[in-house]
């Protein structure tokens, strides 16, 4: 019994570690994608089918954060992500010291000023409160969008890595509130005004171009890419994706649906 006990222990152990071996193995007809909510859950849906009938089998896992998604793909929980745009990834992968690339851009979520008291600029009151993101490639464009619009002025040269300590010029004396991007649009009854980034402004409801008393350009540099590992650049499977998601399909869709709230990047 004591050796039929020790065998039953030794094909357990083996087992358990043959499946922790197997659970960052790569399957190449398999692509586990985390994805914000909106627009991305929708544009992806919309090509898993395309992609079954090309072998390719995609599994979309949802998140609301802009932490966990690059997390999980850096630990082989994922395969690719989409719901960044590459300021934000290259900031954030130099910071955690992980390897994601970016294998290209499908839309532009433009980001917009947003308030529940005022309809223009001009109506925002000496001391009002604006939120604004808190993470530092988030921050900064908010901060960049206010200044294109004459309503604060930066030191030079800051660009995208412009923070509150950079603003040198302030006529209306705004107080910044830095909070998650994701909790923008439910404080919004609680500020003067709100940058919020686009994909969490149509979570709530919110139209870029109607909604939105300031709004990025069309030309904004901050596309949303997919991010996988680096070094799987040239799989087969990631090139279909991108086939997929940069096909008149996906921008006929977009463009049908958003409003121009959201952009082809392609």
Request: charged share 30%; aromatic share 8%; net charge negative.
């Amino acid at each position: 019994m004591k050796k039929f006990g020790v065998f039953i222990l030794i094909t357990i152990l083996s087992l358990s570690f043959l499946t922790g071996c197997s659970k960052g193995k790569n399957d190449e007809n398999l692509i586990r994608i985390g994805v914000s909510p909106e627009p991305h859950k929708k544009i992806v849906e919309l090509v898993k089918e395309d992609l079954e009938k090309e072998g390719i089998k995609v599994e979309i896992i949802e998140f609301t954060d802009y932490i966990k998604p690059n997390l999980a793909l850096a630990e082989n929980e994922l395969d690719a992500n989409f719901f960044q745009h590459e300021p934000y990834m290259n900031e954030f992968r130099e910071k955690k010291n992980i390897d994601i690339v970016s294998i290209g851009g499908v839309h532009i979520e433009p980001m917009g000023l947003y308030s529940s008291k005022y309809n223009s600029i001009d109506e925002l009151k000496d001391g009002s409160e604006i939120a604004i993101p808190n993470d530092t490639t988030n921050g900064a464009r908010a901060l960049l969008l206010l200044e294109k619009h004459n309503i604060i002025k930066l030191k030079d040269g800051v660009g995208a890595f412009a923070t509150e300590n950079d603003i040198k010029e302030n006529p209306k004396n705004l107080k910044f509130k830095p909070l998650d991007a994701a909790m923008l649009p439910r404080i919004l009854n609680d500020v003067d005004g709100a940058v919020i980034n686009g994909n969490y402004a149509l979570e709530a409801n919110l139209i870029p171009t109607e909604d939105a008393i300031l709004i990025e350009d069309k030309d904004s540099p901050y596309a949303n890419i997919i991010a996988i590992r680096g070094g799987e650049e040239n799989q087969e499977r990631f090139k279909k994706l991108m086939k997929a998601l940069q096909s008149d399909k996906v921008k006929n869709f977009i463009e049908e649906n958003y409003k121009d709230g959201v952009i082809p990047a392609f």
